[in-house]
Structures are given as C-alpha cells and as structure tokens.
C-alpha cells in the first residue's frame, strides 16, 4: 500500500532557529512530491513541487529535497519566524492522473 | 499557478437533507478531478478521483450511494452529500490537475459543512 509518514507530528521551536521536517513513502516509484501549508481551518497553500528527476526545490527561505532511493524527502525552513506557525503536510503523487497522497502532516509553532 | 474554487465556502443542513458542493477549475481544464476530506486536526483523505464524462471512483469505505460525484465537464465538478448526518460534518476540498509537465494539482479553498 502506499503510504506516506511525517516525523515529528508536533514541533515547537524559538524564532530563529533553522529547522528540518521529515517526510517519507514507501514505493519510491513517484512521479511527484509536494509541500503544503496549512493554516488553522484554511485550506492549503502549496509551497514547493518535486518532480521524480529533481533532487531539490528551493523558494526563499525553504527548501525541499528528495531522495528516491531511500524513500524520503525533508522540508528545511530557515531562519524560522511566528508567521511560519502552521501545518505542514507532505504530499505524493505515484502516477499522473492519480490522487496526491497525503501524510499527517507536522505542526510547527515558532514562539518570538 | 492556477486556480480552483469551491462554492459554497460553508454550509450548515440539518440532518437528512441533501447538500451540493460546486468545484470549478477557473483557467485550466480539469481532466482528472479529486475530492478530499478533512476531519479536525486529521489531514486529508482522498474519497473519490472523476474523470470528465466517466462515473468516479471511490476510495475503499467511502460510500458512493451517499457521495454522488458528477464531473460533467473539464471546468465542473460536483459533490452531493445525500442523507447528510452529523458524521458527514467535515472540510471538503477539491482539486483538479492541470494536464502539462508536471501534472500539478490546484486546490479550492474548501468547504466547511456542519450537520445539525
């Protein structure tokens, strides 16, 4: 089955620091990944979009890897701030024309 | 990017009447259509994927007697909650993917129903 995971489920951490959020599948065979953000009851905001071919993507402060091979993918977000408080959910698409599969996403809250 | 909206943005029924959730892609034709849902701090679950002019397909315990999906063209899509009850209250989102490239998904804004 495919599946896709976010460690930690929760974070916390002051203004400024760098941080890292983990996201892996099984069945590396994608054809896409994708990073969302979420606010509290708002729908997504689509942060960064890895093609299969891609290793990274990058978009101001964050930036966004893939490994195939080991089935994994990390959202690094720098220099953090209060307004990056949100959810953070990872999402993989195996086949065009098939659904983007969602993990559970990370709550990450920056305390100034 | 491109753009999907979703109307209504909330809805309140009473329990046991039907309601309908409008999806349209607003400047890019929506081959494949899919339909989401968000319980309360759980993340989103695929319940069906439609494709223009073809009956939908639902994912495993998602009833399509209740969730009627009508994709009638590459711009509309609708999803009717039948029957609703007070279990079905949750955020309902939509999301259409632009054939090109890289086969992108945009997503509406959501749709918040409560069943009294």
């Known amino acids: 089955k495919q599946e896709v995971t976010q460690i930690p489920a929760a974070l916390s951490v002051p203004e400024g620091e760098n941080l890292v959020l983990n996201c892996s599948f099984t069945?590396?065979?994608?054809?896409?990944l994708q990073w969302f953000r979420q606010d509290p009851g708002k729908g997504l905001t689509s942060l960064l979009l890895?093609?299969?071919?891609?290793r990274e993507q990058t978009s101001g402060r964050l930036n966004a890897s893939l490994d195939k091979s080991s089935g994994r993918s990390t959202l690094y977000i720098a220099a953090s701030q209060p307004g990056d408080s949100a959810t953070y959910l990872c999402a993989v698409k195996w086949r065009a024309g098939t659904a983007l599969i969602f993990g559970k996403g990370t709550t990450l809250s920056v305390s100034s | 990017g491109a753009v999907v909206s979703q109307h209504p943005s909330w809805v309140i029924c009473k329990s046991g009447t039907s309601v309908k959730i409008e999806c349209r892609s607003l400047?890019?034709?929506?081959?494949?259509m899919f339909w989401y849902r968000q319980f309360p701090k759980q993340s989103l679950m695929l319940m069906a994927t439609?494709?223009?002019?073809?009956?939908?397909?639902?994912e495993q315990g998602v009833e399509k007697d209740k969730f009627l999906i009508n994709h009638a063209s590459l711009t509309l899509s609708t999803l009717t909650v039948t029957s609703a009850h007070p279990e079905d209250s949750s955020f309902y989102i939509c999301s259409g993917e632009k054939g090109s490239t890289y086969n992108e998904q945009f997503f509406g804004p959501g749709t918040r129903l409560t069943v009294l």
């Open positions: 439609s494709n223009e002019g073809s009956k939908a397909t639902y």
């Open positions: 069945d590396s065979a994608i054809y896409n």
């Open positions: 400047d890019f034709q929506a081959t494949t």
């Open positions: 890895i093609q299969s071919s891609q």
